[in-house]
């Protein structure tokens, strides 16, 4: 990791800099898979499933039997941790549900909000490098707590044809039963314009590769919308004497093991807390299995010290972490001073690693600094919110001529008539 002493301002973005999405090169090749899908459908699913994960799919839907299968071949006390990860998902999510708002807004003119599901859902479950059942649970849970009525998964399978068994067991689990054999870009056109196996969705969420989000990108285009742009996985912890230098260490480590790409930033209040735990990096990075993978993260990483608290908050927040670790004496007052990040872990004892599996929170959260302007996957990103309004006679004569002045001077005069009609018809009847 290399280390900034001090930096301005002015050299911040340039020295946080994350890896270079080279967006245009991928939509060259994303773009005619979009097409192929949409044209000849399943067909081009197993092509594409020979072509890029090298096996022959026969049937593209997983079968009730693979399911029941899977559950045999997941370790019991996986299968354990499964279920309380999914309670406490459960329990954080189920709370953020709100009741309909009904609000009187002057006299006989009443107002209404209330959430309503999105009818069709596509989940997108990487499953490379390493099978992602935890983002199933991630997104199953708070869609069937909103109501979707119908959710359709996708993941690749492996050289065999088949589907990871801790993900079939996840879905199962959670009450998903439509799972398609299919990945990377391929998968998302199937849920943008539908195949004679895999349903048309309205939104697509989940995690994937640069080509899966230059697909979803596209998606948005064709009138699918997507639960946000996201770039490689990153974390930035901040960390002063009182941090335990192993534990940030290992923080970093496990955003550096996810890929090559993904970025991570440590911003020290001094020259002496780096050095400590960046020693720990160099340690434990040895022990790693997919030590290589994260080596390469660290090479675009940084460390960054800053001794003024304010100036710190700065970089933060013009960074935008996805995931934010707090390990400093006044933790308190720092958090409370946190506009842009996606999920925010506070304390030594709270490990991003928490927040990605089993604490309750949703993992699925904005990447690239987008955290300045999304929010992370939540129960509300499986609804939409419609307003009603009801007027009555009383209300129509209060409001209405509200109403014809301000549609007037917008010239606007059909506006304006269909409430001078209404108070017309009162005033004869």
């Given at each position: 990791?290399?280390?900034?002493?001090?930096?301005?301002?002015?050299?911040?973005?340039?020295?946080?800099k994350?890896?270079?999405?080279?967006?245009?090169?991928?939509?060259?090749i994303?773009?005619?898979?979009?097409?192929?899908?949409?044209r000849?459908?399943?067909?081009?699913?197993?092509?594409?499933?020979?072509?890029?994960?090298?096996?022959?799919?026969?049937?593209?839907?997983?079968?009730?039997?693979?399911?029941?299968?899977?559950?045999?071949?997941v370790a019991?006390?996986l299968?354990?941790?499964?279920?309380?990860?999914?309670?406490?998902?459960?329990k954080?999510?189920?709370?953020?549900?709100?009741?309909?708002?009904?609000?009187?807004v002057?006299?006989?003119?009443?107002?209404?909000?209330?959430?309503?599901?999105?009818?069709?859902?596509g989940?997108?479950?990487?499953?490379?490098?390493?099978?992602?059942f935890?983002?199933?649970?991630?997104?199953?849970?708070?869609?069937?707590?909103?109501g979707?009525?119908?959710?359709?998964?996708?993941?690749p399978?492996?050289?065999e044809?088949?589907v990871?068994?801790a993900?079939?067991?996840?879905?199962?689990?959670?009450?998903?039963?439509?799972?398609?054999?299919?990945?990377?870009?391929?998968?998302?056109?199937?849920?943008?314009?539908g195949?004679?196996?895999?349903?048309?969705?309205?939104?697509?969420?989940?995690?994937?590769?640069?080509?899966v989000?230059?697909?979803?990108?596209?998606?948005?285009?064709?009138?699918?919308?997507?639960?946000?742009?996201?770039?490689?996985?990153?974390?930035?912890?901040?960390?002063?004497?009182?941090?335990?230098?192993?534990?940030?260490?290992?923080d970093?480590?496990?955003?550096a093991?996810h890929?090559?790409?993904?970025?991570?930033?440590?911003?020290?209040?001094?020259?002496?807390?780096?050095?400590?735990?960046?020693?720990?990096?160099?340690?434990?990075?040895?022990?790693?299995?997919?030590?290589?993978?994260?080596?390469r993260?660290?090479?675009?990483?940084?460390?960054?010290?800053?001794?003024?608290?304010?100036?710190?908050?700065?970089?933060?927040?013009?960074?935008?972490?996805?995931?934010?670790?707090?390990?400093?004496?006044?933790?308190?007052?720092?958090?409370?001073?946190?506009?842009?990040?996606?999920?925010?872990?506070?304390?030594?004892?709270?490990?991003?690693?928490?927040?990605?599996?089993?604490?309750?929170?949703?993992?699925?959260?904005?990447?690239?600094?987008y955290?300045k302007?999304?929010?992370?996957?939540?129960?509300?990103?499986?609804?939409?919110?419609?307003?009603?309004q009801?007027?009555t006679a009383?209300?129509?004569?209060n409001?209405?001529?509200?109403?014809?002045?301000?549609?007037?001077?917008?010239?606007?005069?059909a506006?304006?008539?269909?409430?001078?009609?209404?108070?017309?018809?009162?005033?004869?009847?």
């Amino acid at each position: 990791m290399k280390t900034i002493i001090n930096p301005t301002k002015s050299e911040w973005r340039k020295e946080l800099k994350r890896p270079v999405q080279k967006t245009k090169d991928i939509e060259k090749i994303v773009k005619p898979i979009m097409r192929k899908v949409k044209r000849l459908g399943d067909k081009a699913l197993k092509k594409f499933a020979l072509e890029y994960d090298h096996v022959q799919i026969q049937k593209l839907l997983v079968s009730v039997d693979e399911v029941k299968a899977a559950k045999s071949k997941v370790a019991p006390e996986l299968q354990e941790a499964i279920q309380l990860a999914k309670a406490n998902i459960e329990k954080f999510h189920e709370a953020q549900a709100g009741e309909d708002l009904v609000m009187e807004v002057m006299p006989g003119v009443t107002c209404m909000r209330r959430s309503v599901p999105i009818q069709r859902v596509g989940l997108y479950i990487p499953g490379g490098t390493a099978p992602l059942f935890s983002t199933v649970l991630m997104l199953g849970i708070p869609a069937n707590i909103a109501g979707c009525e119908e959710i359709v998964l996708c993941t690749p399978p492996d050289k065999e044809g088949n589907v990871h068994p801790a993900i079939l067991y996840t879905a199962d689990l959670i009450g998903i039963d439509k799972i398609v054999k299919a990945g990377g870009a391929q998968a998302i056109a199937a849920l943008t314009y539908g195949t004679e196996s895999v349903p048309k969705v309205d939104k697509i969420f989940g995690p994937g590769n640069q080509y899966v989000t230059s697909a979803k990108q596209l998606a948005v285009k064709k009138g699918v919308a997507i639960d946000m742009p996201a770039g490689p996985s990153e974390v930035l912890v901040y960390a002063d004497s009182s941090a335990i230098p192993a534990f940030v260490a290992a923080d970093l480590l496990s955003q550096a093991e996810h890929g090559v790409d993904s970025q991570v930033i440590l911003v020290a209040s001094s020259e002496k807390v780096s050095e400590k735990i960046l020693k720990e990096v160099q340690n434990q990075v040895e022990l790693l299995p997919r030590k290589e993978i994260a080596k390469r993260a660290l090479e675009s990483s940084v460390a960054v010290i800053i001794g003024n608290e304010d100036k710190a908050l700065q970089l933060i927040n013009d960074y935008a972490p996805e995931h934010l670790i707090i390990c400093v004496d006044n933790e308190e007052e720092v958090v409370s001073r946190i506009v842009n990040a996606g999920s925010v872990f506070i304390g030594n004892y709270t490990p991003e690693s928490a927040g990605d599996y089993a604490s309750g929170t949703n993992h699925t959260l904005p990447t690239y600094g987008y955290a300045k302007n999304y929010s992370g996957v939540s129960l509300d990103s499986f609804v939409k919110k419609i307003t009603y309004q009801k007027i009555t006679a009383e209300g129509i004569k209060n409001l209405g001529p509200t109403v014809e002045i301000m549609a007037g001077n917008e010239l606007l005069d059909a506006h304006k008539n269909a409430v001078t009609l209404r108070l017309k018809y009162l005033d004869e009847n």
